[in-house]
Each structure stands twice: as structure tokens, then as C-alpha cells.
């Protein structure tokens, strides 16, 4: 088998990955009100139980970080993503409060080392192929996100359980995962300290700049997730119904952003294209605070998917650049800080609307997204940019790239 056919094999499988990855968080978070009746948790300690899922995912980043050390990133990704399915079943299988404590602790671990795993894989093949791949995984993430919260639509809609609502999808995709697993590809590069920058304590500075964009970029993300739908309502007077619609708005334009971004990157370059969606992203909160009815708003959410999308996969692509002989440990390192912008974002924003008004806090994501313009020379520039002139030859691409798979 060439390499090339190999990279393309692997391309899709982590694609896929990155699908199922997007199928599973959607029917959790699309479903919460559910777990919260199954259960019986009080809103008062709903809250803990959701900040729980982050804080545990961004404790088993950090041990992921160590243990690709000692076994391809292929590895854990291969049977982290079974773990995932399995847990989000669990969520829906239980009957007692600390069932689904166990269910959701396990979605939290398991999740933090398939969302640094994935995005290692990302980040070497990115490398392999010698032009900006990146922002096409994440499409198939949204993708994902889109057809997972469809199906929980349809679950609530026809009231399904939990259980009988979850468990098509499990079924579907566990196998398919395992059986796209043996086609995952891992780079040679990034798993030590050699061939370039090291994460160090002085390397660790280097990736404190795009650390805080990823924080940033998710607070935004969250504050999209967790506070459209009221913000429209409650704010802005729609209809409950069309309350519901900015957040698929959303996750459609992120998707069409993505598709499309990494012909910009490989045109304009990275950091020309993180300036451009940054802006387009602060413009869109400023629409959305500023907005005079729901139709206006609801531009703003569409804004905020073109503008947000691109941000988040050129942060991890540009921390595999900015540490070639250490990209594992950099990405996640840089994985940790998308759970603490989710663990921010949605208490921040409620918070300040609750004291202030919430027009108001749609200001302080726009300012703290606005941050990313001034980190944009992180991403790099000619080097980042790759496309016709910039990619590498297909004999240079083996170089990063390992034999094949790891088969079972």
C-alpha cells in the first residue's frame, strides 16, 4: 500500500472519529432537561454535575499527555471513542441519582482523552499532508453535532426514554468506529522532546498565547450554547419555538465555515484567517447586544458560527507548528483550556445578566474573543499558510508519517 493511500485511509477514519465524536456530545447536552427529570436532580445541584463532565475531561487530557509517551495516540483513541458510546448509554440506562454520576464521570474521562487524541492524529496528518487539513475534521464534528441533535429532537419529540433515544446511535456507530480505528495513522513526530521546541517550562510560555485563545474561543462557544435560545426568548421576545432555531443556525454556519476554511488557510494563511473570523465573530456579539428583535439576532448567531469556527483548529494546528518534536504534549496541554472555557463561559455570562443585563454580557465574550487579535502572530505566516506553493512533496510526506495503522 502507498503512502498516500494510507494518509487518505486514515484522513477518513479520523474524519469519522471526529463525526462520532460530534453524534455523542450532542445527544448529551441536547438532552440535559431529560437527564435532569430521569434522575431527579435539583437545579441547584444540576450545576455541579455538568461542571463535573469538563473537569474531568481536562484531568484525563493531562494523563493523555503522558501516556502517548508510552502507546500511540491511535491507541487511546481507539478505545476511548467505545468508552464514550458506552458511557453516554450508561446516561441513559440508569435509574438511581448515582448512576448517572458514574455514566457522566465516565463521558468526562473518556472524552478528555479522545478530544486530545483526535486531535494529535489531526495534527500529524495535517503535518504529513503538508497543507491545512485541520479545520475539515472539526467540519465533521459539527456535522456530527447537527445529525446528534436531530436525533434528539426526534427523541423528545416522540418521547422516547433516554435509553431507546440513545441507543440506535451506539449500536450504528461503536462498530463502525472500531472498525475505522485500524486505519488510523500515526506521526512519527511529536511524541518526545526532539526535533524542535520542547513544552518545557520555558516551552510552556510559548503556548500560553494560544492557551488563552482556546479558553476564549470556547467562552464564546458556550455562551452560544447555553444562552441563545433564552437570549431570544426572553430578551429579544420571539416565540419559544423559534427560540430553538440560533443554536442549529450556529452549528450549520460553523459547519459550512469549516468546510470551506482550509482553502482560505492554505490562500491567505493561518493567521489572516484567525483575524478574519475573529472579527466576524465580535461582530457578531455586537449585532446580537444590540439587536432590536429576533430576526436581528438571529443574524448575529449566524455571524458568530462563521466567525468562532475557524479559531478553535487553527489554535491546535498552530501548536503542532509551534512545537514539531513535541505536538502531543502541546495539543493537549492546549485541550485542557477548551474545558476551562466551557467551565467559564456559561456562569460568566449568567452571572453579569443577572446583575446587569444581559445585552450587556454579550459584550464581555465579544471583548474576550477580541483577545485573539492580539495573539494572531502565534499562528505563524508564511509557514502556515501551505497550498500549491507551500506543500511539501510526496516523498518528504513519509517522513512524518509511521507505516500504517496500529492493527489489532
Not at 53 to 81: C, F
Not at 156 to 168: D, K
Request: hydrophobic share 50%; with cysteine; glycine share 14%.
Amino acid at each position: 500500500m502507498t503512502d498516500d493511500v494510507r494518509l487518505r485511509r486514515g484522513r477518513g477514519a479520523l474524519g469519522f472519529s471526529f463525526f462520532v465524536q460530534g453524534v455523542a456530545f450532542a445527544l448529551l447536552v441536547t438532552r440535559i432537561p431529560a437527564i435532569q427529570d430521569r434522575y431527579g436532580i435539583s437545579d441547584g445541584l444540576l450545576p455541579a454535575f455538568l461542571a463535573a463532565v469538563p473537569v474531568l475531561a481536562g484531568a484525563s487530557s493531562v494523563a493523555t499527555e503522558h501516556l502517548v509517551k508510552r502507546v500511540p495516540p491511535s491507541v487511546v483513541l481507539r478505545w476511548a471513542q467505545p468508552l464514550v458510546l458506552l458511557s453516554l448509554l450508561g446516561v441513559g440506562a440508569g435509574g438511581q441519582m448515582w448512576h448517572v454520576a458514574v455514566a457522566l464521570g465516565a463521558f468526562g474521562l473518556s472524552v478528555g482523552a479522545l478530544d486530545a487524541s483526535m486531535n494529535m492524529l489531526g495534527v500529524s496528518l495535517q503535518r504529513a499532508y503538508g497543507r491545512s487539513i485541520m479545520l475539515g475534521f472539526h467540519a465533521a464534528y459539527s456535522l456530527g453535532g447537527i445529525l446528534g441533535a436531530s436525533a434528539a429532537w426526534a427523541g423528545a419529540h416522540w418521547e422516547l426514554n433516554l435509553f431507546v433515544s440513545y441507543l440506535p446511535a451506539v449500536v450504528v456507530l461503536l462498530p463502525l468506529a472500531l472498525l475505522g480505528s485500524r486505519r488510523y495513522v500515526d506521526g512519527t513526530a511529536g511524541r518526545g522532546e526532539t526535533g524542535g521546541k520542547g513544552t518545557g517550562a520555558g516551552g510552556f510560555k510559548l503556548l500560553l498565547p494560544l492557551c488563552l485563545v482556546m479558553a476564549c474561543a470556547y467562552i464564546g462557544d458556550s455562551t452560544v450554547a447555553n444562552w441563545s435560545a433564552k437570549y431570544l426568548q426572553d430578551v429579544l421576545g420571539s416565540s419559544e419555538q423559534m427560540a430553538t432555531v440560533p443554536y442549529n443556525v450556529y452549528m450549520v454556519t460553523t459547519l459550512v465555515g469549516r468546510a470551506v476554511g482550509d482553502l482560505g488557510v492554505r490562500r491567505f494563511g493561518a493567521a489572516t484567517v484567525v483575524r478574519a473570523g475573529t472579527l466576524v465573530a465580535a461582530a457578531g456579539f455586537a449585532v446580537v447586544a444590540a439587536a432590536p428583535g429576533a430576526w436581528v439576532g438571529m443574524l448575529g448567531f449566524t455571524l458568530l458560527g462563521i466567525g468562532l469556527c475557524v479559531i478553535v483548529p487553527q489554535t491546535f494546528a498552530a501548536a503542532g507548528r509551534l512545537f514539531p518534536g513535541a505536538s502531543d504534549t502541546a495539543v493537549a496541554r492546549l485541550n485542557i483550556f477548551n474545558y476551562v472555557g466551557f467551565l467559564i463561559g456559561s456562569p460568566l455570562v449568567g452571572a453579569i445578566g443577572d446583575a446587569w443585563s444581559y445585552r450587556g454580557a454579550m459584550l464581555v465574550p465579544m471583548a474576550l474573543v477580541l483577545v485573539t487579535l492580539f495573539q494572531a502572530r502565534s499562528f505563524g505566516s508564511e509557514g502556515a499558510r501551505y497550498g500549491v506553493r507551500h506543500e511539501r512533496r510526496a516523498g518528504d510526506r513519509a517522513v512524518d508519517v509511521g507505516r500504517g495503522g496500529n492493527e489489532v
